[in-house]
């Protein structure tokens, strides 16, 4: 039995890493800290709040003492690091938040976790708790791709581009650092774009769907060649748990879908399940509209997942056309989630294309 902390657990995939733990370890205690800013949403966990073995706690990643209180008195033995700003278009118009949260907000969780699980014991005389950190990451610390490059390894050399992506690879740095110099139990993990349920409306694929259902235009940057590795939530999610249960201390994983697409082909993929799930006279594609492109917007992502495969044994097993279907549908089936996600200010002017 365990006891995981995880930050960031009102966010996308925060949220659906909270639900896929308790369904497959119904026995541990989990505890979310989530500040709750305009991406966390507490109703993304309203089907595990009433349970004895879950604790939501609405705080800040850079409250150290306040981390530190949560690792003592729940006695977390595991911290799966989710907590960031995560929007490139967020993060050229305001970097301030990225650098506080993904890197002060890092730091601090690695300073709590070494004093709670290393210095304290130490100081009473007694062994390290038993524990692990992971630093859940993205593929975009690497940079970019052209069409014929091979595909982002653990050993490719950082290059982010974007403020969004050098403050992710801070992060990284700093959790390798943690165990390189503290001896902290770490792995990260540095992941492709995830899509699938509660997946904030700013976002690609739910701006989609969400834009064509209104009847809108469905915005696509330049002419939609840009080329990502999609990833449905749950299988990540089902990766961290590999990683959490076999992966070794200190190392790290690349986790992607083995679902390279066009932006543009994915947006058409939309489109034809709505074709066919919501029928209208027109087709859903004939709302695409290309837009002016992002500066500096990252061409290609692709994981070379090679060593999760053979070291660990995971896969991902949704394909592309099943996770969209699945998404499309969960989009009709929740309505009140995201309408009421709407009309909160500020959403609905921003178009994320990951
Ligand atoms: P998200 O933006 O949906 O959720 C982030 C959550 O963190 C929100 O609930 C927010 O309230 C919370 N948060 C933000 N700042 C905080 C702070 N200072 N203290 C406490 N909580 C805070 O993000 P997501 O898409 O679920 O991404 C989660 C993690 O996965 C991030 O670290 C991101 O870099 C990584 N990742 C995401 C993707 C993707 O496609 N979404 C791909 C690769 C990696």
């Known amino acids: 039995m365990k006891t995981v902390l995880i930050t ?16 497959h370890y119904p026995q541990d205690k989990v505890v979310v800290i989530d500040a709750l800013t305009y991406a966390g949403n507490l109703a993304s966990l309203d089907p595990v709040k009433d349970q004895p073995n879950f604790t939501f706690v609405k705080g800040n990643i850079c409250d150290t003492e306040l981390v530190e209180k949560l690792l003592a008195e729940h006695k977390v033995d595991t911290l799966v690091h989710f907590a960031a700003e995560s929007h490139v278009d967020r993060s050229i118009t305001g970097p301030d938040e990225f650098i506080e949260t993904n890197i002060i907000g890092t730091y601090s969780l690695l300073k709590a976790a070494k004093k ?3 210095d304290q014991p130490a100081a009473a005389g007694k062994p390290p708790v038993k524990h692990r950190f992971h630093h859940v990451s993205t593929d975009e610390v690497y940079g970019t791709l052209s069409a014929t490059d091979p595909a982002f390894t ?31 139990e770490v792995t990260t993990s540095n992941c492709s774009n995830n899509y699938g349920p509660y997946h ?36 990540h ?38 074709d ?35 070291e660990l044994g995971w896969r991902p097993s949704v394909t592309l056309e099943e996770g969209l279907e699945k998404t499309v549908r969960w989009y009709l089936d929740n309505e009140d989630w995201w309408r009421a996600l709407q009309s909160r200010s500020g959403v609905g002017d921003r178009l994320g294309t990951g």
């Open 8 to 23: 960031g657990g009102a966010g996308f995939i925060g949220a659906n890493f909270v639900h896929y733990w308790m369904q």
């Open 200 to 235: 904030f409306p700013e976002k690609l694929v739910p701006v989609v769907i969400l834009n064509a259902l209104a009847g809108k235009d469905i915005p696509v940057y330049g002419k939609g060649e840009n080329i990502r590795d999609w990833l449905y939530v749950e299988d």
């Open 276 to 310: 066919v799930m919501r029928p209208k006279d027109t087709p859903y594609a004939k709302q695409i509209t290309f837009v002016t492109d992002r500066p500096g917007h990252d061409m290609r992502y692709a994981i070379d997942p090679t060593r999760i495969r053979t």
């Open 154 to 184: 653990e050993n490719t050399a950082y290059a982010p581009n974007s403020p969004h992506s050098a403050s992710k690879a801070a992060s990284d740095h700093l959790v390798r650092a943690y165990h390189h110099t503290y001896g902290l």
């Open 116 to 118: 709670v699980w290393l």
């Open 237 to 274: 999610a089902d990766a961290l748990l590999t990683v959490l249960a076999k992966g070794e201390v200190g190392r790290s994983y690349n986790i992607g879908g083995e679902n390279e697409a066009k932006n543009i082909d994915l947006v058409r993929m939309i489109c034809a399940h709505l």
